[in-house]
């Protein structure tokens, strides 16, 4: 079985072990907690504090300074004698509001404690220590209320006290919902299909590079997939980063400027200037002394190149010249000058050379020229002598005009020549 193989029967079974054991959960019966009196009270007490400190936030009176304001002025003094809490509200009228309160504050203290700030935590904590400080001092008092209390008959309560307890009622309702939206409920915990169909891409891909089965081209998928990794919750992005470690052996954002690396270095080996130098260094041992010396002036080229193409160029390098690619520029600069050093010296020694050639040939072109010159005289009298002389000196005369006029035609050939030599050594 291959490492792939086992790392996929490994992934299966995780995710049948996870489904089994939610099959199992939905299927046991869900406990329904039910308060009791003391939970109820520490429940409503926790619910205030919550309330007051939310109300002193937005620039609003706490219940107790309201219900203080409201006894002050009070309407309807016959019905209002007793002091007026909360907790003097009749449980039929108050029970369906009560129980949503208290099902919030159930979930909030047995799901969300954690979701809590630092900073809110302590300000409920405060509070509710000072209230609970100030109930056992009252304590006493309020033992001996509830008897009083069950012996007289309750007085029915008038229209308007009913409206505004009603208003209380959906006030603290309000502030409940209000509340739990803004302690409780986090959307950031709400995944989209989106989401987590991205997610599941991106640990398929850290798989697969893990095992070392993805070719470059799939490795550039990553890229892709960066613009839905950008849309998952932060949660989401720490265990993606985390489980990357693990399989790759770099986090996502650290394999993905990788991965961008390498798919800047895919398009730049299309540039002619890298193409340019990768041409001189292949077949490099077949190449002539003048071709090796034009990698001299590839200096600059090569220096213009980003830092993953040089470390390509110069792998190449070492492994045709045995030298990193500027060590190779340099001494191939150094033979390139030493060559053009000596062909300078060569060129004006042959340049002394050929001066002292001219020199000679004109020497002996002059020499010529005048030997010409007197050959071409002497042609001009016997012409002159065949004209004047008799029937038996022509025939001699001929001969010498003759034999004067191959002299003139050699010397011009000669002439030709040491022209022609000058010429060429001067050009």
Not at 250 to 267: D, G, I, M, P, R
Not at 299 to 311: A, D, G
Request: hydrophobic share 30%; proline share 2%; aromatic share 6%.
């Amino acid at each position: 079985m291959s490492k792939n193989d086992k790392n996929i029967d490994a992934y299966s079974k995780a995710l049948l072990d996870k489904k089994t054991e939610y099959n199992e959960e939905l299927k046991k019966p869900k406990e329904v907690h039910q308060m009791t009196e003391a939970e109820r009270r520490l429940a409503e007490k926790t619910m205030s504090s919550a309330l007051d400190m939310l109300r002193k936030e937005r620039g609003q009176k706490t219940i107790a300074e309201e219900e203080r304001l409201y006894e002050e002025n009070k309407v309807d003094s016959q019905h209002m004698e007793d002091d007026f809490t909360t907790s003097s509200i009749e449980n039929e009228q108050s029970s369906d509001a009560l129980d949503l309160v208290h099902t919030m504050l159930q979930d909030m203290s047995n799901d969300d404690d954690d979701e809590l700030l630092p900073s809110q935590v302590k300000k409920l904590k405060e509070k509710q220590e000072k209230k609970e400080k100030k109930e056992k001092k009252e304590k006493p008092k309020k033992e001996e209320g509830p008897k009083e209390k069950k012996s007289k008959k309750k007085k029915p309560m008038s229209k308007v006290t009913k409206i505004i307890l009603g208003f209380i009622l959906l006030g603290v309702a309000a502030l409940g919902v209000y509340s739990y939206k803004v302690l409780v409920y986090d959307p950031q915990n709400i995944v989209s299909p989106a989401q987590q169909k991205t997610y599941d891409k991106l640990v398929s891909y850290a798989d697969e590079y893990g095992d070392n089965m993805m070719s470059d081209a799939e490795k550039l998928e990553l890229i892709d997939l960066n613009s839905g990794y950008k849309k998952l919750l932060d949660k989401q992005k720490t265990s993606i980063n985390a489980y990357f470690k693990e399989q790759t052996g770099k986090s996502y954002t650290a394999l993905l400027k990788e991965v961008k690396e390498l798919q800047k270095t895919k398009e730049e080996v299309k540039l002619p200037a890298y193409q340019q130098i990768v041409g001189l260094l292949n077949d490099w041992d077949a190449k002539s002394d003048e071709e090796k010396m034009a990698v001299a002036d590839m200096q600059s080229v090569y220096s213009s190149l980003s830092k993953s193409l040089k470390k390509e160029v110069d792998s190449l390098s070492k492994s045709k010249t045995g030298k990193d690619f500027i060590d190779l520029c340099k001494e191939q600069a150094e033979l390139k000058t030493a060559a053009q050093e000596k062909a300078q010296q060569e060129e004006e020694q042959k340049k002394s050379e050929n001066a002292s050639k001219i020199q000679e040939y004109q020497a002996s072109l002059n020499s010529l020229q005048q030997d010409y010159d007197t050959y071409a005289q002497y042609a001009q009298s016997l012409e002159s002598d065949l004209a004047n002389a008799s029937d038996e000196d022509r025939s001699q005369i001929q001969s010498q005009i003759d034999t004067n006029n191959q002299m003139l035609y050699s010397l011009q050939q000669q002439i030709a020549y040491y022209q022609q030599q000058i010429a060429a050594l001067q050009s």
